[in-house]
């Protein structure tokens, strides 16, 4: 993969975002509002007769909890019926016995979920059905473990408690400060030493790994745990000085050395090398300006204005099968 798909990949995993909980409502039974009927905007000709079957949906949080204005249709051949849930998560409607397909309004679903059916068999003796909504938000259990987003996380673990965390981006050791707890990853328990628990989590995609936290002793456990990158990572890049340096790369087979450059003035910056195994991708993420990149002997330059943090990947083309020095030269003028 060229660096500069790489970069994108890399840059895309730093940013995460926290899952919001559901705004199902609860039930109640004093709620006086009356059934949702058919939209009148429904592409269906049929017309209610002796053969309808009233039928029942109520749109159900898997945390316990019926959510309200829940848009969805229900499909059968040529014709379509649309429904909304009323306060009570309940919507009905008259409809002939068949198999009808289920699509949502995403825009009406509360937030952090997702629906689970998408069919529905309508017939005289099924004709009340629940429309189950899964609640992702995460909550440390191992169906919906946290998301790692930042560096450092205090926990708070009570005796024997056990959370676990889904870990997606590059390659990074984990520490947990106590010898108080396990961590399991990868089918491997870890226990601590001097103190801490070390573990090398590898590089991860979108889909991410999950590893757990357990507190192994018979009181509540305050720790932190810790991701620390490797210094060239795109999380730890290393840092360039100065309105001209010329640099070194140690860059392993199919590996990356990431840089970064602070503009002290508004200018343009050139990067430049001479060896023709080289590969070097470079990013302006405050202008959003990336330009050609560099692929054997050769140089890129890019607009930056005082305070703009470039980034650059040196890495080696595809005529390198093995470790490479890359030397390299940067100016702004």
């Not at 017309?47 to 945390?63: G, L, M, P, Q, W």
């Not at 400060?177 to 995609?205: C, H, L, P």
């Amino acid at each position: 993969m060229k660096l500069k798909h790489l970069f994108t990949l890399l840059l895309s995993a730093a940013f995460v975002f926290s899952l919001s909980a559901c705004d199902g409502e609860e039930n109640s039974s004093s709620s006086s509002s009356s059934p949702t009927s058919i939209d009148s905007s429904s592409e269906s000709t049929n017309e209610n007769d002796n053969s309808d079957i009233a039928c029942t949906f109520t749109v159900s949080v898997d945390t316990g909890v019926t959510a309200a204005n829940v848009a969805f249709t229900l499909t059968s051949g040529a014709s379509s019926y649309d429904l909304t849930s009323n306060a009570n998560g309940v919507a009905t409607a008259e409809l002939p016995a068949g198999t009808y397909e289920i699509s949502y309004n995403s825009d009406t679903l509360p937030s952090a979920c997702t629906p689970d059916v998408y069919s529905v068999t309508v017939s005289e003796t099924a004709a009340e059905f629940t429309l189950l909504l899964i609640d992702n938000t995460p909550d440390g259990s191992a169906n919906k473990p946290f998301l790692v987003t930042d560096n450092a996380t205090a926990l708070s673990l009570d005796a024997g408690e056990e959370l676990y965390f889904r870990y997606r981006g590059e390659s990074a050791t984990l520490y947990v400060g106590s010898e108080n707890v396990s961590v399991v990853y990868n089918g491997t328990t870890y226990t601590a030493f001097d103190g801490k628990v070390t573990v090398e989590i590898g590089a991860q995609d979108y889909m991410g790994t999950i590893f757990s936290i357990k507190n192994i002793s018979n009181a509540t456990v305050e720790t932190e745990m810790e991701l620390v990158f490797p210094l060239g990572s795109m999380n730890n890049p290393i840092v360039l000085s100065g309105d001209s340096a010329t640099t070194t790369a140690e860059v392993a087979e199919n590996g990356s050395v990431v840089y970064k450059w602070t503009a002290t003035k508004n200018g343009v910056l050139t990067i430049s090398t001479a060896n023709t195994l080289a590969y070097i991708s470079v990013t302006n993420p405050t202008a959003i300006a990336q330009p050609d990149d560099i692929s054997g002997a050769g140089s890129t330059t890019v607009n930056c204005s005082a305070g703009d943090v470039i980034l650059i990947i040196v890495g080696n083309n595809f005529e390198a099968v093995e470790a490479v020095d890359v030397e390299f030269t940067i100016a702004v003028a």
